[in-house]
């Protein structure tokens, strides 16, 4: 039988995704421009008999998460850069307790209120922790709908193997456009499996008591913990690293970008191949781990990097830092909830190589 | 022979840190002993508040949840949606609940959640050093209001009844206040969280006790004059009873003829 494709909004799809994956609980708040997804979720996760909870701050839908991660259970929360940044004190406890969960951010545009189109000016605050304390959560950055439900599934996986919560990093267009989409298989939250570090049913799982916290006054504890969670971040940087490559083989200059922005570079990218430029496009899917290696790779056969972002540039550190200083890096970015068009990430491109 | 006293096996026998005089040993005493009453030990989880009592888990012997200050009750939300067969123990003091927790217990009562909240209220912040709480009484002195806590002029607000607010709200089954001044009380207080922890494990609505309790540290006392200083001001403003009880169990009120 033919793979059945829907059309749907990214939102949408997301949630879609995300209760295939045997989402058992999702708490949201209100906030534009992912209010589909917490919609979505209310419909189908109450209509499964899950849990879906409609809660009374971005604070406490985290808080929430934290309390049925504890559990065990696969739980999510969503929102926009705003209700983002109000959930990374949340974010830090369920590092500091080596917590899963899956949270989306569909960005939008900012500082402060900002405005509700979109915008990748949450790339620093993502990849680095974003509230206090030393940590980091693997961020996930879908190009569209399809990859949004895809990564969006797979983050449950990802969050459980590593105890560390995932976040997918959409922006307001990925989650407002709709798409043609294949659906993940569902998985019945009932076959997933029980935690030996999750509280509750102790006399099931034939285990001591167990204290979900991330408090530790001791220093030398404290460090231990935190020296042994970096070695589990080691881990992740070696297996988990992903990105895409297209026609960078043979490129002069390579655009840098992730989600819509390297939709865009895509399309200045065939727009230069027609006229004979050596163009390519790296496209990080990990926005943490960031692929430093492969980037310094490609800088050490002679490249070029343009990065594409919409922000005042925060991609191109990373970007920077990985080429550390044996390529030149250029950077051509949007904000405001502009998005950049082909076509004048062509002009740029077409400047750079003089053509 | 019959045994007139034993240590509650969900309490682990280990001496607290807790200053002497202090009200949380005997609080998790008496929680201790329901727990053990109920048959409820491999089924409780305490979700711990930030303050003092953060060292709950280290005293209680079944699972625990530490979240941020304030974020109990939505924690507590998350674990009891999860696993509602178990008992969950949603503990807080004051600066906790009614401070920077005050969106998450209103919010989780008014849900009805199905958890137990025990809120020890000693009208100070005890962890950090005797700052002003939400509950602090008129004129009581704080670090953070030096000359006794001053509502007008120095516009320090007034003392939260956090029961009576709680009570018009219609997710709120079960709402009591007790107090561990004395055996007396201490029975009474016993027994109001038996109520909450049944109803609780019937599934009934938000369930609440308050606790009225001694902090004779941050208030500069002995602990026998914090005694006294809790009946002579605390009880007089914050009266001890049953609050609110809407329970299935309750007595029907009176018919009128």
Request: aromatic share 8%; charged share 20%.
């Amino acid at each position: 039988m033919a793979e059945e494709i829907r059309l749907m909004k990214g939102n949408e799809a997301i949630g879609e995704a995300a209760v295939r994956a045997g989402c058992r609980a999702y708490f949201g708040y209100p906030i534009t421009p992912q209010n589909e997804l917490t919609a979505y979720m209310a419909k189908h996760m109450l209509a499964k008999g899950r849990i879906f909870i409609q809660a009374e701050s971005e604070v406490a839908a985290i808080n929430m998460v934290y309390g049925a991660s504890s559990t065990g259970a696969r739980a999510m929360t969503s929102s926009s850069s705003p209700g983002v940044s109000l959930k990374q004190e949340g974010i830090s406890y369920l590092c500091g307790a080596d917590l899963p969960a899956v949270i989306v951010n569909v960005a939008r545009s900012g500082p402060g209120l900002g405005g509700i189109s979109p915008s990748q000016g949450d790339y620093f605050q993502a990849t680095r922790g974003g509230g206090h304390g030393d940590y980091y959560t693997i961020v996930l950055a879908p190009k569209g709908v399809q990859d949004a439900a895809d990564l969006t599934y797979e983050a449950f996986s990802i969050s459980e193997k590593w105890r560390v919560p995932v976040l997918v990093l959409a922006d307001g267009l990925i989650g407002q456009m709709m798409e043609g989409v294949v659906l993940p298989e569902p998985i019945d939250p009932a076959t997933l499996p029980r935690w030996q570090w999750a509280v509750g049913h102790s006399v099931e799982m034939g285990r001591p008591y167990n204290h979900v916290s991330s408090i530790n006054l001791v220093p030398d504890e404290l460090e231990a913990a935190n020296r042994k969670r970096f070695a589990r971040y080691g881990q992740i940087k070696k297996e988990l690293l992903r990105y895409e490559e297209i026609e960078v083989e043979d490129a002069d200059v390579v655009f840098v970008a992730y989600g819509t922005s390297a939709r865009v570079s895509h399309g200045a990218l065939e727009m230069a191949r027609a006229k004979g430029m050596k163009v390519g496009l790296f496209r990080p899917v990990t926005l943490w781990p960031f692929p430093y290696a492969r980037l310094l790779e490609l800088a050490e056969k002679g490249k070029r990097f343009l990065c594409v972002e919409m922000s005042m540039g925060q991609m191109v550190e990373d970007v920077r830092l990985a080429v550390n200083g044996k390529a030149p890096v250029y950077f051509y970015g949007r904000c405001g909830g502009n998005i950049p068009s082909q076509e004048e990430v062509f002009a740029e491109v077409a400047r750079l190589m003089g053509k | 022979m019959e045994l007139v006293y034993g240590h509650p096996k969900s309490l682990k026998p280990i001496q607290t840190k807790y200053c002497p005089g202090c009200g949380h040993g005997v609080i998790h005493r008496i929680i201790a002993e329901v727990v053990d009453e109920m048959g409820l030990q491999t089924k409780a989880i305490i979700t711990n508040p930030v303050g003092c009592s953060i060292w709950a888990d280290l005293y209680f012997d079944f699972d625990s949840v530490q979240p941020a200050h304030g974020r109990t009750p939505a924690a507590a939300t998350g674990v009891k949606r999860m696993l509602p067969d178990h008992l969950v123990i949603c503990y807080q003091g004051d600066g906790d609940l009614a401070a920077i927790g005050t969106a998450e217990i209103i919010h989780a009562a008014n849900r009805g959640e199905k958890f137990t909240t025990i809120f020890v209220n000693n009208a100070i912040y005890g962890m950090t050093g005797g700052q002003m709480a939400p509950t602090t009484l008129v004129g009581q002195h704080a670090t953070t209001a030096p000359e006794g806590r001053d509502p007008i002029v120095a516009g320090m607000g007034y003392p939260i009844r956090v029961c009576e607010l709680l009570s018009s709200l219609e997710g709120t089954r079960y709402l009591a206040r007790g107090s561990v001044n004395n055996m007396v009380n201490i029975r009474k207080t016993k027994n109001y969280i038996r109520k909450a922890f049944e109803a609780q494990m019937r599934g009934e609505g938000f369930t609440m006790v308050e606790i009225l309790s001694q902090c004779p540290t941050n208030w500069q006392m002995n602990p026998v004059e914090s005694v006294e200083w809790l009946e002579k001001n605390m009880i007089t403003f914050y009266p001890l009873g049953e609050i609110k009880n809407t329970l299935s169990t309750a007595p029907a009120p009176a018919q009128a003829h």
